[in-house]
């Protein structure tokens, strides 16, 4: 057929005849293995992978195709020539598909590849995690309990960083670089400094850390638990100041105004501080008894003792001088409480009765009677000296009106006996703390139970909450300082400070600091990083991605949906609800514009953060979604899969079928993914414990090569890859700069259509084969002629450089194949055989065997020593085959065919 440019030519040919068959001639030489079937006109340039992995074909629809050369599925469709598609290469590297079309113009299309550019093993477990450097020169990568921090640029480990307590889970690195953050199942963040030196440890209270995302432009982390809770942080973390107590604390007591602590321990001395620096105001003293009790009025002045003999006395904190003094009461003392105006003191005594002292004498005012066991603990409402809290071993949580001595309420539910009570500086809530572990916070007007604080790992101690009652600290039997949030009971963090039992802590006026005593001899002043919770999931969250505005984050979960919160009042500003089972992955791409997210249905969502619109809804995937990565410059989404491989999706389609435009083959489900800082750069990891790295990229035309002035037939790569020679019918060979885009010269190669191009095995030819039968060689350098090579009769169609590089075959309109010596042009062997035009010709990969096809469908093989036919098949009846092409292991052919199809055939 005779390239368009003849009325009889090739492709007006082609179109009037093509024929659709159901069935193969099969000959012994053979096999049909199947078709490539997707292109809606005729196929009419074939090319195979050097991987062999994939084929790309060239069609009359106007597009260019790549498919899985195994399974025969398209992987992708290259739009952007505008007219029929005649030619396709690849590239030596098979990082580049070349093409040539009617519309007059070679294309380059970056390809992403099929195997990694490399494999890094040695991973001790499962890679769980990865997070690359926001200047793309390091990577964390997280297995088992291990995190190794890798050079990017030498593709090797640099360092190994301490292990954490339990399996690691999650890591993520901040904007600045400054600092990595890794999350484990022991339910700790570590965090580290730019030289990995340690810089904190945040004990997260509730669930294991299975994501972490820093805020952009703000001091905060984010954290997905698998108690259903992300969790906002400040950093870096902040230690506690640490002050010297003097003694071990066993009494602690805090002025309801924040601005005095007292502590007393075994020494029997009461010691007096200022918490928001640790000054120490005043020592009262030594008592001669044990001190089993402390008070403070609300605003510090004035501090009421209790000592083992049964005395209560009053100091003044200023000057530790003592202005009351009681005689010896009935029972020892257990609790006090000082009224908020000073002017008495709530004594709690071990026979269950309450006795009311004058504070300014010391002498009883009144007894409350109606717990039936010792008193634990007292509180004086800060507002209303009339009203009394009273705790019990008896269990019970007692309201009282001091002023006539009767029980206003009851707070019932605790099951173990009450050891701490306080009531909040606006009066409203009341807190309790118990025996049984829990903490409770109750409305003080009616009794109803607002939050249980529980989760304690035995008594809870002491309970404190802070000036606006929205949170509370209680301690227990471990050496901890417990930091909760009131409103739904949930503990925002763990404050791990203490080497011993805490004797008790407050929160001070400004709600955030904390201030502890315990038995190790100290006293610790610090603000816990915990800043608020997100709660809404009714199930474990799986991933977490912050937006770029800062204001937003995202989370996956096992309740089948993405929430959006607000970063600054940990609202939801929306749920994202369409999954049908649990989401395990979320992203954000880097402009902000789109969220990403996919799990075990199956189904890659992509949304608008602005409206929450869903933009689009893949098509279903072989396998669910575990893990989701999206490119630096926003265009790419990375999707592992259960099944071992990672699916690259165009984020700017509409069209679930045009969406998915690559996979790669991966060993096992992949886990965790991550670009580098190049865009496409891609590491992938999973179960089998190995991480691959990728050279990606959207398929699509990265550059036009336009100066011909007429359709291209064919094209050529140079053997480094840095050249591309194209044939058109403009009668001229262009030889263009790969890397640039440019053209480098251009070569009026015949005196009339050029149809066929090559590059000699050295690249320091150009062969070159046209409509004047002709072919002609050329220095590759300069572009001049060398010599001519005479003897078809017809339009050489077609030529293939031999694996020796000594040889040239070229296939012609005369029906005949010709073998040619490179070095003078001199004609060693023609082929005779073929009955009609010689459309294309191949050498096997190891030079043995040539392949040529022909209009009317017939199919030969040929013995290159001997110069014989070995034997020959045709594709079906009126179907004409227009190309052909090896695969690498020299195995397998593909042919291009009029049907529309291309046709597989395995060598026997």
Request: charged share 20%; proline share 4%; hydrophobic share 45%.
């Given at each position: 057929?005779?390239?368009?440019?003849?009325?009889?030519?090739?492709?007006?040919?082609?179109?009037?005849?093509?024929?659709?068959?159901?069935?193969?001639?099969?000959?012994?030489?053979?096999?049909?293995?199947?078709?490539?079937?997707?292109?809606?006109?005729?196929?009419?340039?074939?090319?195979?992978?050097?991987?062999?992995?994939?084929?790309?074909?060239?069609?009359?629809?106007?597009?260019?195709?790549?498919?899985?050369?195994?399974?025969?599925?398209?992987?992708?469709?290259?739009?952007?020539?505008?007219?029929?598609?005649?030619?396709?290469?690849?590239?030596?590297?098979?990082?580049?598909?070349?093409?040539?079309?009617?519309?007059?113009?070679?294309?380059?299309?970056?390809?992403?590849?099929?195997?990694?550019?490399?494999?890094?093993?040695?991973?001790?477990?499962?890679?769980?995690?990865?997070?690359?450097?926001?200047?793309?020169?390091?990577?964390?990568?997280?297995?088992?309990?291990?995190?190794?921090?890798?050079?990017?640029?030498?593709?090797?480990?640099?360092?190994?960083?301490?292990?954490?307590?339990?399996?690691?889970?999650?890591?993520?690195?901040?904007?600045?670089?400054?600092?990595?953050?890794?999350?484990?199942?022991?339910?700790?963040?570590?965090?580290?400094?730019?030289?990995?030196?340690?810089?904190?440890?945040?004990?997260?209270?509730?669930?294991?850390?299975?994501?972490?995302?820093?805020?952009?432009?703000?001091?905060?982390?984010?954290?997905?638990?698998?108690?259903?809770?992300?969790?906002?942080?400040?950093?870096?973390?902040?230690?506690?100041?640490?002050?010297?107590?003097?003694?071990?604390?066993?009494?602690?007591?805090?002025?309801?105004?924040?601005?005095?602590?007292?502590?007393?321990?075994?020494?029997?001395?009461?010691?007096?501080?200022?918490?928001?620096?640790?000054?120490?105001?005043?020592?009262?003293?030594?008592?001669?008894?044990?001190?089993?009790?402390?008070?403070?009025?609300?605003?510090?002045?004035?501090?009421?003792?209790?000592?083992?003999?049964?005395?209560?006395?009053?100091?003044?904190?200023?000057?530790?001088?003592?202005?009351?003094?009681?005689?010896?009461?009935?029972?020892?003392?257990?609790?006090?409480?000082?009224?908020?105006?000073?002017?008495?003191?709530?004594?709690?005594?071990?026979?269950?009765?309450?006795?009311?002292?004058?504070?300014?004498?010391?002498?009883?005012?009144?007894?409350?009677?109606?717990?039936?066991?010792?008193?634990?603990?007292?509180?004086?409402?800060?507002?209303?000296?009339?009203?009394?809290?009273?705790?019990?071993?008896?269990?019970?949580?007692?309201?009282?009106?001091?002023?006539?001595?009767?029980?206003?309420?009851?707070?019932?539910?605790?099951?173990?006996?009450?050891?701490?009570?306080?009531?909040?500086?606006?009066?409203?809530?009341?807190?309790?703390?118990?025996?049984?572990?829990?903490?409770?916070?109750?409305?003080?007007?009616?009794?109803?139970?607002?939050?249980?604080?529980?989760?304690?790992?035995?008594?809870?101690?002491?309970?404190?909450?802070?000036?606006?009652?929205?949170?509370?600290?209680?301690?227990?039997?471990?050496?901890?300082?417990?930091?909760?949030?009131?409103?739904?009971?949930?503990?925002?963090?763990?404050?791990?400070?203490?080497?011993?039992?805490?004797?008790?802590?407050?929160?001070?006026?400004?709600?955030?600091?904390?201030?502890?005593?315990?038995?190790?001899?100290?006293?610790?002043?610090?603000?816990?990083?915990?800043?608020?919770?997100?709660?809404?999931?009714?199930?474990?969250?799986?991933?977490?991605?912050?937006?770029?505005?800062?204001?937003?984050?995202?989370?996956?979960?096992?309740?089948?949906?993405?929430?959006?919160?607000?970063?600054?009042?940990?609202?939801?500003?929306?749920?994202?609800?369409?999954?049908?089972?649990?989401?395990?992955?979320?992203?954000?791409?880097?402009?902000?514009?789109?969220?990403?997210?996919?799990?075990?249905?199956?189904?890659?969502?992509?949304?608008?953060?602005?409206?929450?619109?869903?933009?689009?809804?893949?098509?279903?995937?072989?396998?669910?979604?575990?893990?989701?990565?999206?490119?630096?410059?926003?265009?790419?989404?990375?999707?592992?899969?259960?099944?071992?491989?990672?699916?690259?999706?165009?984020?700017?389609?509409?069209?679930?079928?045009?969406?998915?435009?690559?996979?790669?083959?991966?060993?096992?489900?992949?886990?965790?993914?991550?670009?580098?800082?190049?865009?496409?750069?891609?590491?992938?990891?999973?179960?089998?414990?190995?991480?691959?790295?990728?050279?990606?990229?959207?398929?699509?035309?990265?550059?036009?090569?336009?100066?011909?002035?007429?359709?291209?037939?064919?094209?050529?790569?140079?053997?480094?890859?840095?050249?591309?020679?194209?044939?058109?019918?403009?009668?001229?060979?262009?030889?263009?700069?790969?890397?640039?885009?440019?053209?480098?010269?251009?070569?009026?190669?015949?005196?009339?259509?050029?149809?066929?191009?090559?590059?000699?095995?050295?690249?320091?030819?150009?062969?070159?084969?046209?409509?004047?039968?002709?072919?002609?060689?050329?220095?590759?350098?300069?572009?001049?002629?060398?010599?001519?090579?005479?003897?078809?009769?017809?339009?050489?169609?077609?030529?293939?450089?031999?694996?020796?590089?000594?040889?040239?075959?070229?296939?012609?309109?005369?029906?005949t194949i010709r073998i040619w010596n490179i070095a003078d042009g001199k004609e060693l062997n023609k082929l005779d055989g073929h009955p009609d035009d010689v459309y294309s010709v191949a050498f096997s990969p190891d030079g043995k065997l040539l392949v040529s096809v022909g209009w009317g469908g017939s199919i030969f093989f040929w013995d290159v020593a001997t110069a014989k036919a070995l034997g020959s098949q045709k594709l079906p009846q009126g179907v004409m085959a227009y190309n052909v092409a090896w695969s690498p292991d020299g195995k397998s052919i593909v042919v291009a065919g009029s049907n529309d199809k291309a046709h597989i055939f395995k060598l026997p």
């Open positions: 057929m005779g390239r368009v440019v003849r009325t009889h030519g090739r492709i007006w040919g082609a179109l009037a005849t093509t024929v659709a068959t159901t069935g193969l001639a099969y000959a012994q030489q053979a096999a049909s293995v199947g078709t490539l079937d997707g292109h809606t006109d005729p196929v009419y340039g074939v090319a195979w992978s050097p991987d062999g992995k994939t084929i790309a074909t060239a069609g009359f629809d106007n597009t260019v195709r790549l498919w899985d050369a195994a399974t025969r599925k398209n992987l992708k469709v290259l739009d952007g020539h505008s007219k029929i598609v005649l030619g396709v290469a690849f590239s030596p590297d098979g990082s580049k598909l070349a093409s040539g079309s009617l519309d007059h113009s070679a294309r380059i299309w970056d390809l992403p590849p099929t195997a990694p550019a490399r494999t890094i093993d040695g991973n001790s477990g499962i890679v769980a995690a990865l997070a690359v450097k926001p200047d793309g020169k390091q990577a964390a990568v997280v297995s088992g309990k291990a995190v190794k921090v890798w050079d990017l640029a030498k593709g090797e480990a640099v360092k190994d960083l301490p292990e954490h307590a339990g399996d690691v889970l999650s890591a993520s690195w901040r904007q600045d670089g400054a600092q990595l953050a890794t999350g484990d199942k022991s339910r700790a963040i570590r965090l580290w400094k730019a030289d990995f030196a340690p810089e904190g440890v945040i004990e997260v209270p509730g669930g294991e850390v299975q994501g972490l995302a820093y805020v952009p432009g703000k001091p905060l982390l984010a954290s997905a638990g698998s108690d259903g809770l992300a969790r906002l942080w400040q950093i870096p973390p902040v230690a506690a100041k640490k002050i010297d107590a003097k003694a071990p604390a066993q009494v602690f007591a805090a002025s309801a105004d924040g601005t005095k602590v007292a502590t007393a321990g075994a020494d029997k001395i009461v010691r007096i501080w200022k918490p928001d620096d640790g000054a120490l105001v005043k020592e009262l003293p030594a008592a001669g008894q044990p001190v089993v009790a402390l008070a403070l009025k609300g605003d510090g002045a004035l501090i009421a003792v209790a000592t083992g003999d049964k005395i209560v006395q009053v100091f003044q904190t200023a000057d530790a001088k003592s202005t009351a003094k009681s005689a010896a009461l009935a029972s020892p003392v257990s609790a006090l409480s000082f009224r908020a105006d000073g002017q008495q003191v709530a004594v709690g005594g071990e026979d269950g009765v309450i006795q009311i002292l004058g504070a300014a004498d010391g002498k009883p005012v009144k007894e409350l009677k109606g717990h039936a066991a010792k008193l634990q603990a007292l509180g004086f409402h800060p507002g209303d000296g009339a009203q009394l809290v009273s705790g019990s071993a008896d269990k019970s949580v007692k309201l009282w009106n001091v002023n006539d001595a009767k029980v206003v309420r009851e707070f019932a539910g605790h099951g173990e006996p009450v050891v701490s009570v306080q009531i909040s500086r606006d009066g409203a809530r009341l807190a309790t703390g118990s025996a049984d572990k829990t903490a409770r916070v109750w409305s003080l007007a009616d009794a109803k139970l607002l939050a249980t604080l529980g989760g304690h790992p035995g008594a809870v101690s002491s309970v404190s909450l802070s000036a606006d009652g929205k949170r509370a600290v209680t301690t227990s039997t471990d050496a901890h300082v417990h930091y909760w949030e009131v409103d739904g009971g949930r503990e925002l963090q763990t404050v791990v400070e203490h080497q011993g039992a805490v004797a008790g802590a407050t929160i001070l006026a400004d709600n955030a600091t904390i201030l502890s005593a315990g038995a190790d001899g100290s006293l610790r002043i610090g603000k816990p990083s915990a800043v608020r919770i997100f709660a809404g999931h009714e199930g474990p969250i799986q991933a977490i991605a912050a937006h770029p505005n800062g204001a937003w984050l995202f989370t996956a979960s096992n309740d089948k949906s993405v929430r959006q919160f607000d970063v600054e009042t940990g609202a939801v500003v929306r749920t994202l609800a369409g999954h049908g089972d649990v989401v395990r992955a979320v992203v954000v791409t880097a402009d902000g514009a789109k969220v990403v997210s996919g799990g075990d249905d199956k189904i890659v969502r992509v949304w608008n953060p602005v409206d929450g619109k869903l933009l689009l809804t893949s098509a279903p995937l072989p396998a669910a979604v575990l893990a989701l990565a999206s490119s630096h410059d926003g265009k790419l989404a990375a999707v592992g899969l259960a099944d071992g491989s990672t699916r690259l999706f165009d984020l700017a389609a509409t069209d679930p079928a045009k969406a998915e435009i690559r996979s790669l083959p991966g060993a096992g489900p992949i886990r965790a993914l991550v670009f580098t800082a190049d865009p496409r750069g891609l590491w992938t990891a999973g179960t089998d414990k190995a991480i691959r790295v990728w050279n990606v990229g959207a398929a699509d035309a990265a550059k036009t090569l336009a100066g011909h002035t007429q359709q291209v037939y064919g094209v050529a790569w140079s053997p480094d890859g840095a050249q591309l020679a194209s044939a058109a019918a403009d009668k001229s060979v262009r030889q263009w700069d790969v890397a640039k885009g440019t053209q480098i010269r251009e070569i009026k190669a015949h005196a009339n259509v050029v149809y066929a191009v090559a590059y000699s095995r050295k690249g320091d030819l150009l062969l070159t084969g046209g409509d004047d039968g002709l072919v002609k060689y050329w220095n590759a350098a300069d572009g001049k002629e060398l010599r001519v090579s005479k003897g078809h009769g017809a339009p050489v169609y077609s030529l293939s450089v031999h694996p020796d590089g000594a040889r040239v075959a070229s296939g012609s309109v005369d029906k």
